[in-house]
């Protein structure tokens, strides 16, 4: 444990830390209210459940990680701790395949989040618009906000971590980067939903979090955001999670865990 945050993995590959927060299984209110500021009516609310625990990345994946995992940095600012910018999807799908090989875990894989748990990873706990409460401006985060409180209008990424992180321990959630998401972009069933994947094929996948190029109302943790599979822009990055295979004996993918190898 650090400080009250959840439990915190660190594995090393190539000489690179990626350090993960843990996120339990349980249960969150996924979307917003019809009251909710700048709301989408594609954020229909519905009770979902997560039933296994993952793991996610504490920041956004870096250019330092990026070069370790892939030999190369597709980034058009370069710094070794600005996030990876410049990806497509089918990159940051690679960059979570390269991982799986390189730590060969058994029961685990690297992957996307599912929007899923990348809004329960978000939210930590929360049900307010920002999980920093029903406000963000650019003091809390890397984003536009000339016409809000601050001004503050960087104009391009900054390094990871800089801004506070949310109750999780995860920092960025909210702009710097867009993420991708595994999931195709699709309208939420209707009815409470356990371990949701989105639809099985589509044309737009999602994207979560707004970047430096978005205003507050874009970087909600309910906002959905989408562009096709191939995009790639300055503002668009990615954050990995480590989640259990399907078959995988909860008490067995703990143990293989616990003993994590170091590269």
Known sequence: MTGDFPLRLELTAAGT???????????????????????????????????????????????????????????????????????????????????????????WRFALPTEAQWEYACRAGTDSPFYCGRTLDGSLANIDDRGGTTGRYLGRACEVGLYPPNPRGLFDMAGNVWEWCADWRADYPAGDAVDPTGPASGELRVLRGGSWH?????????????DPPEHKHGYVGCRVVLTPNPDAPPDLAEAELSQAPRL
């Open 17 to 107: 830390a990626f350090a993960f927060r843990r996120c339990p299984p349980g249960s969150f209110l996924m979307g917003s209210p019809l009251s909710e500021p700048g709301r989408d009516p594609a954020e229909t609310r519905r009770r979902t459940r997560l039933t296994r625990e993952f793991w996610i990345l504490e920041t956004q994946a870096t250019q330092r990680m990026w070069r370790a995992v892939m030999g190369s940095n597709p980034s058009e600012q370069v710094g070794a701790l600005l996030p990876a910018e410049h990806v497509s999807w089918f990159d940051a799908s690679d960059f979570a395949a390269a991982l799986t090989e390189i730590f060969k875990f058994r029961f």
């Open 214 to 226: 978005s205003v507050p109302s874009r970087c909600r943790s309910a906002f959905r955001h989408c």
